[in-house]
């Protein structure tokens, strides 16, 4: 999940900055590229979401979030 929350803040960099870019070259412009980056961070918030109920499920089944630990392991199964 952190590689992922990387790629998608690297793409938010590189949209913003093209945003800025076509803004200098064309005054008038919209900014589409913020709207883009703001797209981008709503997904990077889910996928947060989903990581932390992840977790909560296993602390929940498994009292700690060792995943090493003897029932944490029974969730591979």
Not at 14 to 26: E, G, I, K, P, Y
Request: aromatic letters at 2%.
């Amino acid at each position: 999940l952190m590689s992922v929350e990387l790629m998608l803040n690297g793409a938010n960099l590189a949209l913003v900055a093209a945003s800025r870019d076509l803004a200098r070259f064309a005054p008038g412009a919209p900014e589409g590229g913020q709207a883009l980056v703001l797209l981008s961070m709503a997904v990077a918030a889910a996928e947060v979401a989903v990581g932390l109920s992840i977790l909560i499920a296993l602390f929940r089944h498994a009292r700690s979030v060792d995943t090493a630990s003897p029932r944490a392991t029974a969730l591979r199964r």
